[in-house]
Each structure stands twice: as C-alpha cells, then as structure tokens.
C-alpha cells in the first residue's frame, strides 16, 4: 500500500535539503558499501559493462549529490508563485499561482542517484514523492532512502513525504493517489509504462543522440565535440550514439578521427564510411535507431544538411541532436527542422543535464512535447491554477 502524504506541508524545505547535503556526506561509507554489494550481484549476473557503470556509485558521485541538495537549496522556491493577473468578463480579477503537481511517482532504473534528485526538486516544488528503482540497485536505493528520511525526521516532516514501493504496478495504477508518474530508463521501461499507466506520465531519458559534421566545420572542433560527446561517459542518454559527415568533409575528418581514437570505439558505418576508416560491420537502420549506452558508435556519409534532417528525424528519440558548421543558415535550418528536446550548435549534446541548465539537478530529460520538454527541474513538477475575485458578479 502506498503510504505516502499527500501536499501541501509546511516547514523549512531549505534546512532540510542543506541537512540532508549533510547526512549524504555523513553517510557516504554506508552508502558506498551498500552500492558494492549491488556491483557484486550485478557483475554476478554478469550484466553489461555499461549497466554496471550506471549503477555505481563513488566518492566522487556522492558528493556531487550532496552539492545537488544544496544547489536545489539555494534556488527560488516556486511554489505559490504568482503568474499573472488580469480582467476577465465584467470585470472579474483573474490571478493565476504556481502550484506543485501533488503526488509524482518516479519510475527508474539502475542510476542511485535518482533517489536524491528525484526527492529533492519533488519536495522543494512542494510534491511528495513515490520510487521505484531497479532491484539491480535496492541496497542502494534503501540506503539514500533512509538517509532522506532521517533528515525528515531531523527537521520536523513527516517521513511518508517519501515513499518506497517495489510494485511499478502499483504506481501506475494508483488513481486518486499518484498525480503524475515520470518513467526515467531505456526503452524497455518506458513502454512498459505507456502501456500500463492508468495515471498521467511524461517519458524520459531515451537518447538516441546524433551529430552531424558539416562541410564548413572546423574538424578539429567537430572531432573534440564528437569525443566528449561519445566518450565521456558512455552509459548516459546526453551520449552520442550516431556521427553523420558531409561527404566533401569524410575523408579528412575521418583520418584525424582514426588518430585519434585509434579503435577506442566500434564504428558501424555506410559503405561509403569504411572507404576511409576501418569498421565493425556495414551499419543497417537497426544500427541507426540503437542506443547503445556503449563504446560504439554508428556513422553515415551525407550529401547535405537536409539529408542529415531526414535522417534525425528519421532515427532520432527527440533528445538532442548537434550541428557542428560556420554556415550560419546551415545552423538555423537544422535548429528550425529538427525535432528535439535540445539542439546544439557548435557544442557537445552532454550539457543536456539539469544541472547544466542551472536547474540544481534534474528527475528527468522529457522527450515529450506535454507538459514538459528537456531536461526537467522545478518548474516542471509544477502546474497552476486560477484564483479568481469578484463582488458578487454573475454570469
């Protein structure tokens, strides 16, 4: 049963979120020691390399939840904030307030680090919040969870402004309960609630992210873009999984890209890609639709800009896609005819994070259009609502 309150709470969420940057801090030992034993069951299973890397955590990673809280602290607090006002019919006074979704239910996989942001940005937009993590992940996910609501306790809330369940199910079927769910995974995941929900839901975090080096590019640039944008961090959905390279341009950047990398990542690519560089196989539209969350990468030779569009658009997940020229109607036409969430000119497509934006942190990267669309923080786990005063006006 889903025992979580329900908004609208009082009390200082500020002292809260710097006392839970504390606890995380405090508890980093019992926290890392709880993400081992997940590393050890998930290698045990003999899961994929990149899955593993998702699931763990470090010092580093710790802290850097630790410094989110405080981030999220330091930001405006949004909830009740006025809108707008104006007339209405006979002069009725229209005043329209920011107000929290209510209760969000978060839906995730293998990332712990879901817990934190996904309750931090939920409780200083003013909702409760219910997870549901991977099980690949539950010792870690029960030892931030317990972390969050000691804090709680600590500063005066109710505890149940957190709730744990270890039934998707239900979540998405807890009408008059969960005003929203967010669904932040692979593919797998996300139908998985499109065809299950019986609440409202936003889908997140499948990225089928492309780049497209242009004839006019600087190849040098393009080539620093393409490598932070692969290589960094391969198992995030900000990662690049397809390279598209004008044909007058192929050959030249493909022999630095060989240098480069020199077979750091499995290329799949056209026929007219492995006339200059050396790949894996000839890549197919299964290639080309794949996040592989992986060290490779799938590349094809085009004509133009335009076919570059149709092929995004084609293969795309509505993420972020790149553009990397010094044609600047080359630039507008591509940010003007790709569909995505985030378009980048000249700039890798791993700064579409909400901590990248400013946003504190982020529960998810929308690739929806309704009600939000990229990388979602406070502002997106709210809606509104009308106050409206007359002096006795009747219609």
Not at 336 to 354: E, I, K, P, W
């Amino acid at each position: 049963m889903l025992n979580v309150v329900k908004p609208p709470f009082a009390g200082d969420k500020n002292a809260l979120l710097k006392r839970l940057a504390e606890k995380i801090e405090a508890e980093a030992a019992t926290i890392l020691e709880a993400n081992q034993k997940d590393i050890a069951l998930a290698r045990e299973a003999n899961l994929a390399n990149a899955f593993v890397e998702r699931l763990t955590l470090n010092a580093a990673r710790v802290k850097a939840m630790s410094e989110s809280c405080l981030q999220i602290a330091n930001l405006p607090d949004i909830d009740g904030e006025f809108l707008d006002s104006f007339y209405g019919e006979k002069h009725i006074l229209i005043k329209k307030i920011r107000v929290p979704l209510g209760v969000v239910g978060v839906i995730f996989e293998s990332r712990p680090n879901v817990v934190i942001d996904a309750f931090a940005l939920c409780f200083k937009a003013g909702n409760s919040v219910i997870l549901k993590g991977g099980k690949e992940a539950l010792n870690s996910n029960l030892a931030l969870a317990n972390v969050i609501k000691s804090s709680l306790n600590e500063c005066g809330f109710d505890e149940n402004l957190l709730c744990m369940s270890e039934d998707a199910g239900e979540i998405l079927n807890a009408v008059g309960v969960v005003d929203c769910v967010i669904a932040r995974g692979g593919a797998g995941l996300i139908e998985f609630v499109k065809n299950n929900a019986k609440v409202p839901f936003l889908e997140t975090g499948v990225g089928n992210c492309s780049i497209y080096v242009d004839e006019s590019a600087d190849l040098h640039m393009a080539l620093q873009v393409l490598t932070n944008a692969k290589t960094s961090r391969v198992s995030v959905c900000n990662a690049t999984e397809n390279l598209l390279v004008h044909e007058a341009v192929a050959a030249r950047f493909f022999e630095l890209l060989h240098e480069e990398w020199d077979d750091v990542v499995e290329i799949y690519g056209c026929c007219e890609t492995a006339k200059h560089i050396k790949v894996a196989r000839i890549a197919d539209e299964n290639d080309y639709k794949t996040e592989f969350l992986d060290y490779k990468l799938s590349v094809k030779v085009v004509k133009d800009v335009d076919e570059a569009i149709e092929f995004i658009n084609k293969f795309g997940t509505k993420h972020s896609e790149v553009i990397i020229t010094t044609n600047a109607p080359n630039a507008k036409k591509f940010c003007d005819q790709v569909d995505a969430a985030a378009l980048y000119v000249n700039a890798s497509s791993r700064f579409t994070d909400g901590g990248c934006f400013g946003f504190g942190g982020e529960i998810g990267i929308s690739t929806q259009k309704l009600h939000a669309r990229g990388p979602m923080g406070l502002k997106e786990l709210t809606s509104y609502k009308y106050i409206i005063t007359g002096e006795g006006q009747v219609r």
